[in-house]
């Protein structure tokens, strides 16, 4: 299959062939890659069961792990859930459009093929514009997980999509750069109190000053173990995984952390593996790999959350065999970055504090 590449935001009626472009390319069930404020969506019909098959196939998904429906307008809530707790549009007014995917009852519409065998659907609508006029413009409710390949860290850049879809979908649409970079919240409404199952920029505390209290799904819970299933099928996957083998270096001191990063890259550079060290703005200068690359500063939570998928993609673009990162503090949008820094570490984290070698 040829993948057509086009760009938005350069001017008015180029957008309007590409938005009618790609909703030819929606209404007649194929798949259309889009930005949104989080990472790059792989679209297709959500109604159409066969569309949704095609995502699983170009993404190498296992057909479990349902994905998440987008909307441009809170009326799609009703032609998609059956039951809306009243709680669902107080968040809707408050965090939509926006990174926050609410779960409740499906209705008979939406096919058992987009939800992973579910009576549940996830819904969300993006704040981002590229993505809204597409939803809009194509009349389609579109189902869109990360526009990545199964397994490898989300996309967030045009060209991360175009890595690993071309030749695999219809059509990719370069809107940018995501300003979040890490997926959104997910929220489940299904209980009797919200349960969150996936941590992202929209935390714990601005839900619960909006809805009350709020729990958080235990497999998903950072610092506790638990052989509990996750209730979100895709948490339970291998993700937003580098292909070097990953570790992550955290302590209360500095110093010993910095240390203890080059101790380890030293270690095994000498075993002649390739290393790379996932540093900070404040710390990259006192590193010594193979390749040190910052991902953002420690002043800034988005700064970090927005290049974290990135700097894992070049650290395979490198050919980088073991990775040392460091941990970020777990307060607010750090909670979800630490979430998927293990997930992508494979929950290996080295505490300076605890260890003595
Ligand atoms: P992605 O689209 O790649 O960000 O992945 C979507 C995530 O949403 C996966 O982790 C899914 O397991 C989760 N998800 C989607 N629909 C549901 C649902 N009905 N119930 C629980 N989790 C869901
Ligand atoms: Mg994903």
């Not at 597409?134 to 397994?151: C, D, E, Q, T, W």
């Amino acid at each position: 299959m040829k993948t057509i590449f086009e760009k938005t935001g350069l001017d008015e009626e180029k957008d309007n062939r590409i938005y009618e472009m790609a909703s030819e390319i929606l209404n007649r069930g194929g798949l259309v890659a889009f930005p949104t404020e989080t990472v790059y969506g792989l679209g297709g019909n959500a109604l159409d069961g066969e569309a949704a098959a095609k995502i699983y196939a170009a993404k190498g998904r296992p057909s479990d792990n349902p994905l998440i429906i987008h909307i441009a307008d809170i009326d799609a809530l009703k032609v998609l859930c059956s039951e809306i707790p009243p709680l669902a549009y107080s968040l809707a007014e408050h965090f939509w459009p926006g990174p926050l995917t609410m779960i409740m009852k499906k209705t008979e519409i939406v096919p058992h093929a987009t939800t992973g065998g579910l009576d549940t659907v996830a819904v969300r609508m993006p704040n981002n514009r590229t993505a809204l006029e597409l939803i809009r413009r194509s009349g389609v409710y579109v189902a869109a997980p990360s526009a990545n390949l199964s397994g490898r860290p989300s996309p967030t850049k045009a060209e991360h999509v175009r890595q690993d879809m071309d030749g695999r979908i219809d059509m990719i649409i370069d809107g940018g750069n995501g300003d979040i970079g890490i997926e959104s919240t997910i929220i489940d409404l299904t209980d009797k109190v919200p349960v969150i199952l996936r941590p992202g920029y929209i935390t714990k505390e601005m839900l619960e000053a909006v809805i009350g209290p709020v729990d958080i799904d235990k497999a998903v819970a950072l610092g506790k173990q638990s052989d509990a299933p996750p209730k979100a099928p895709g948490m339970k996957y291998r993700h937003y995984a580098p292909r070097g083998e990953m570790v992550i270096v955290e302590g209360k001191d500095p110093d010993c952390v910095t240390e203890k990063i080059n101790r380890l890259a030293a270690q095994k550079k000498k075993e002649g593996m390739k290393t790379g060290i996932l540093a900070t703005d404040e710390t990259e200068p006192f590193y010594k790999a193979d390749y040190v690359i910052s991902v953002g500063t420690r002043g800034s939570e988005l700064s970090i959350s927005s290049h974290l998928f990135d700097v894992l993609r070049q650290f395979d673009d490198l050919g980088v065999q073991y990775i040392v990162s460091e941990g970020f503090s777990r307060e607010n949008v750090g909670y979800a970055i630490m979430n998927r820094l293990l997930k992508a570490a494979g929950g290996k984290i080295i505490n300076t504090d605890e260890s003595e070698e």
